[in-house]
């Protein structure tokens, strides 16, 4: 589904079928370098199980037009912007890596806005080293290679995403190599300079759901402990042999959490 | 910090795809002989049909074992996807049938095995897709057959009969100029030798069969989804990017971004045609890939020794392989092949048909017969048997002489194999 946002065109997949507005709705937010794509399999389970899905491109990501936003709190706008035009006033806010920060700011500045958050392969702050964030600006292949190798906990994940016979690792780099340059650096400084994370964690009235693999090593486990401790009442789930690319690695596992958390 | 670095093809070759099996601790990957998974409750039952879980319904369209070859495959040609096909020819006709159909086009190298050959130029024509032939190493000529309806370039990394070595730079670039794939045939080279990916391809299929099972064993095909594609900005490919009424409206390039081909392979190719292979092939052709970066050294190292033993013997006429200076392609293949051009070459005795069948019948090594990549040497005369009925003016045009043969150098002593050829070329010369 397309929509105009801010004069850009703001792409969201639906699930594979159209967009109810009448139905709870989902926003699915990506993370750095990525696109819908990487939610395919648990927003399609869920478009299919009573739920509205905008699984989102941000801007200058995929099919969305526009640059990359250069702050968390810009593109919480954006996607604040999105609701606005697709005429939803609440939804529930999935968010992976960068994407979680984003829920988190939007839950924490908008709670009118937000019905729950659900934050994957997050930590707060989301520091990147010094090396991989000159590598984003110097040379993006190599920061993609970085980023790549660090995400992946495994080279036999399995049943494979979005199915058997699919090579997760070399699916990853394809799409972030498919990414316009100079998007990527936008991407982790956004990340990187992110500062109100636990102010808008302590200000989450809506539930929360953590889901973390044990051996991410992108967003260590250890750094979503301040989140698990300012965020009223969230629950937390540790998804065994998983990295950073835990919908690829684990689609049930994250499906089996979100399902649980939304109903 | 050490920049973090992936493994290496040897390491791929042994682990990409499959770990321990965690039921029950099996360290080699199980052979699935099972035709059907069991769903773990309605709602799984219709989350795995609608492409909403991953997982197995029907060993038509997966298994778990194929699906550890399938991995391995992309991973080890830096791809994302592959698809496990019946036959190497299966694969070739599931990767044109995806984004080809009646009204479609196709450009193809003339140097072609012969079966994929006869699928384009008669089988495929029948079903309304066409396809002009030209020759690999003429550019212009690539260049002037591409038509409005083309679909994708095709040929092979290394053609047949002459190692025609095709330029993938400039035929990736002109794929892409004209918004189609270069799809090519890897089986001579496998991803050992030449990851086409790396240098301008964009779809890659093998008989694995060959090479990388590398036992003369079992029959199997490859197909490969290298994500370097874009599908969507080309827009000649509706079947990947508009609703697919065979799939409740799915449209392909919105459930993956970088591999709509592979899923609609799968999910329409595998499905309907059905072409697909067996988990104990794969299972086969799995222990064959877990040693190929050991044997294809070997079986280049052995090939090296046989031509330059051919070259300098008094009975052969010509040796066509790409690292020899005279070969048409010699500058071309130290930059894409420097490991080496494979193991299947051609050349030609002095003498007539009868000449070459007496070369033939003394061979005690090589084993005479149509196939190539085995562990075993093989040999075939084109003259006396593919190409028998061919008259001899026809057979020159096709690049074929009364006396040439084909090796496929296997992996035995070279010596042994070098004192069998010098059996064959006296036998062959005592008669003339």
């Known amino acids: 589904m397309l929509l105009s946002v801010n004069g850009h065109d703001a792409y969201a997949y639906t699930g594979g079928k159209s967009f109810n507005p009448a139905l709870p709705t989902l926003v699915f937010i990506h993370g750095a370098q990525h696109d819908h794509s990487v939610w395919i399999l648990q927003s399609r389970y869920l478009a299919h199980h009573g739920y509205g899905v905008l699984a989102l491109d941000l801007p200058g990501h995929g099919r969305s037009g526009g640059a990359a936003l250069e702050s968390v709190e810009a593109i919480a706008a954006w996607v604040i912007a999105v609701l606005d035009a697709a005429g939803i006033a609440k939804a529930a806010l999935i968010g992976h890596s960068m994407g979680s920060l984003v829920s988190l700011e939007i839950a924490g500045t908008q709670p009118a806005r937000v019905t729950k958050i659900a934050l994957i392969g997050t930590a707060n702050p989301m520091r990147v080293s010094p090396e991989l964030l000159n590598a984003t600006r110097d040379d993006e292949a190599l920061a993609q290679d970085m980023v790549n190798i660090w995400s992946h906990s495994t080279y036999a994940a399995k049943p494979s995403n979005p199915g058997p016979g699919f090579w997760i690792v070399g699916e990853n780099l394809r799409l972030m190599q498919r990414i316009k340059p100079g998007v990527m650096h936008t991407d982790f400084v956004a990340c990187n300079a992110y500062a109100k994370g636990r102010e808008r964690a302590a200000a989450v009235a809506c539930?929360?759901?953590?889901?973390?693999?044990?051996?991410?090593?992108?967003?260590?486990?250890?750094?979503?402990?301040?989140?698990?401790?300012?965020?009223?009442?969230q629950r937390t789930v540790l998804v065994k042999s998983c990295g950073h690319a835990l919908m690829a690695e684990q689609p049930d596992a994250v499906l089996d959490a979100l399902k649980g958390f939304l109903a | 910090?050490?920049?973090?670095?992936?493994?290496?093809?040897?390491?791929?070759?042994?682990?990409?795809?499959?770990?321990?099996?965690?039921?029950?601790?099996?360290?080699?990957?199980?052979?699935?002989?099972?035709?059907?998974?069991?769903?773990?409750?309605?709602?799984?039952?219709?989350?795995?049909?609608?492409?909403?879980?991953?997982?197995?319904?029907?060993?038509?369209?997966?298994?778990?074992?194929?699906?550890?070859?399938?991995?391995?495959?992309?991973?080890?040609?830096?791809?994302?996807?592959?698809?496990?096909?019946?036959?190497?020819?299966?694969?070739?006709?599931?990767?044109?049938?995806?984004?080809?159909?009646?009204?479609?086009?196709?450009?193809?190298?003339?140097?072609?095995?012969g079966g994929s050959h006869n699928l384009l130029d008669y089988t495929l024509r029948r079903f309304g897709i066409d396809t002009t032939f030209v020759d690999p190493r003429d550019i212009d000529a690539w260049r002037a057959a591409i038509r409005p309806t083309t679909r994708v370039l095709f040929g092979e990394t290394l053609g047949n009969p002459g190692l025609d070595v095709l330029n993938l730079p400039v035929l990736g670039q002109l794929a892409l100029d004209h918004k189609v794939p270069l799809m090519v045939d890897s089986t001579f080279t496998t991803p050992y030798l030449l990851k086409p990916l790396d240098h301008g391809a964009h779809l890659i299929y093998h008989s694995a069969t060959k090479f990388l099972c590398g036992h003369g064993t079992v029959i199997g095909g490859l197909l490969v989804d290298g994500g370097n594609f874009d599908w969507v900005a080309s827009g000649k490919f509706p079947e990947l990017t508009e609703p697919y009424d065979g799939f409740h409206g799915m449209v392909f390039a919105e459930e993956s971004t970088v591999a709509p081909f592979a899923l609609r392979a799968r999910r329409e190719g595998l499905r309907d045609f059905g072409a697909t292979m067996n988990p104990m092939a794969a299972f086969q052709i799995l222990q064959g890939v877990e040693t190929l970066h050991l044997r294809m050294p070997r079986h280049v190292e052995n090939a090296r020794k046989i031509v330059e033993f051919l070259t300098r013997h008094p009975m052969v006429e010509s040796v066509s392989y790409p690292e020899l200076p005279e070969h048409p392609d010699y500058e071309l293949a130290k930059t894409l092949l420097p490991k080496g051009c494979g193991a299947v070459f051609s050349f030609s005795i002095k003498g007539d048909r009868a000449a070459g069948r007496r070369f033939v019948e003394s061979l005690k090594i090589f084993s005479h017969l149509a196939n190539v990549g085995d562990a075993r040497s093989l040999v075939i005369h084109p003259a006396s048997t593919t190409h028998f009925r061919v008259a001899t003016e026809m057979l020159e045009a096709s690049g074929i002489r009364e006396g040439t043969m084909r090796l496929s150098v296997g992996l035995e002593d070279p010596d042994d194999l070098i004192d069998d050829l010098t059996?064959?070329?006296?036998?062959?010369?005592?008669?003339?």
Do not use: C, W
Request: hydrophobic fraction near 45%; proline fraction near 5%; charge should be neutral.
């Open chain 2, 1 to 113: 910090m050490a920049a973090p670095k992936y493994p290496g093809f040897d390491t791929l070759a042994l682990h990409a795809g499959a770990a321990p099996d965690p039921e029950t601790g099996a360290r080699a990957t199980p052979i699935y002989l099972t035709t059907s998974f069991v769903f773990r409750d309605s709602d799984h039952a219709a989350s795995l049909f609608n492409m909403e879980r991953a997982g197995h319904v029907y060993s038509r369209i997966s298994n778990p074992t194929t699906a550890v070859l399938e991995e391995r495959i992309a991973a080890l040609e830096g791809g994302v996807a592959g698809i496990a096909t019946a036959s190497g020819q299966a694969a070739l006709h599931l990767g044109l049938a995806t984004i080809a159909g009646a009204g479609s086009h196709v450009v193809a190298s003339r140097a072609l095995y």
């Open chain 1, 207 to 233: 539930p929360a759901l953590l889901v973390l693999g044990a051996d991410d090593i992108m967003a260590h486990p250890k750094g979503a402990r301040e989140l698990q401790t300012d965020i009223a009442g």
């Open chain 2, 423 to 432: 059996r064959g070329l006296k036998a062959a010369q005592k008669g003339a």
